[in-house]
Every structure is written in structure tokens, then in C-alpha cells.
């Protein structure tokens, strides 16, 4: 799941649990709600954590490692 995704979720599921007042039996669209935003949380959290740049296990390199690019010869 992607941050778009994640931030998705927990909007619809704000306005779930906090702007829609219809009852129906059987299902709490306040209860969906809440359930939609924790899931978008862990979600975003989980996004945030396994992004390289934010991750403990991402790809870094050492501080004096660098690329060098040598130009080819013309003989």
C-alpha cells in the first residue's frame, strides 16, 4: 500500500466515523470508520518505515564511497 493509498484510507474513513449520519442495520459506518483510518495508519506507517529514505534498512552508502566516471582514450 502506497502513501496515496494510506492517506486515501484514513479520509474516507474520517468522514465515515465523523460527517455521515445514516443508520443501517447491521452495519456502524462509524465503527467502518475507525477501522478505515487505523488501517490507513498502520499503512502509512508501514509506507514511511520500508521507504529507503526513511528506512534503517534501505540502501546507504559509506560516507567515502563515491563513483568515479573515467573518460575513454581516443587512440
Same mark, same amino acid.
Given at each position: 500500500?502506497?502513501? +496515496?493509498?494510506?492517506?486515501?484510507?484514513?479520509? =474516507?474513513?474520517?468522514?465515515?466515523?465523523?460527517?455521515?449520519?445514516?443508520?443501517?442495520? #447491521? =452495519?456502524? &459506518?462509524?465503527?467502518?470508520?475507525?477501522? &478505515?483510518?487505523?488501517? +490507513?495508519?498502520? +499503512? =502509512?506507517?508501514?509506507?514511511? &518505515?520500508?521507504?529507503?529514505?526513511?528506512?534503517?534498512?534501505?540502501?546507504? #552508502?559509506?560516507? +567515502?564511497?563515491?563513483?568515479?566516471v573515467r573518460d575513454r582514450e581516443i =587512440?
Amino acid at each position: 500500500m502506497g502513501i +496515496g493509498v494510506s492517506i486515501f484510507l484514513i479520509a =474516507l474513513g474520517a468522514i465515515l466515523a465523523f460527517a455521515v449520519e445514516v443508520t443501517f442495520s #447491521g =452495519l456502524d &459506518l462509524q465503527t467502518v470508520g475507525v477501522i &478505515l483510518m487505523i488501517v +490507513g495508519a498502520i +499503512g =502509512l506507517v508501514a509506507s514511511l &518505515l520500508f521507504w529507503s529514505s526513511f528506512s534503517p534498512y534501505g540502501r546507504r #552508502g559509506a560516507a +567515502g564511497d563515491r563513483v568515479v566516471v573515467r573518460d575513454r582514450e581516443i =587512440l
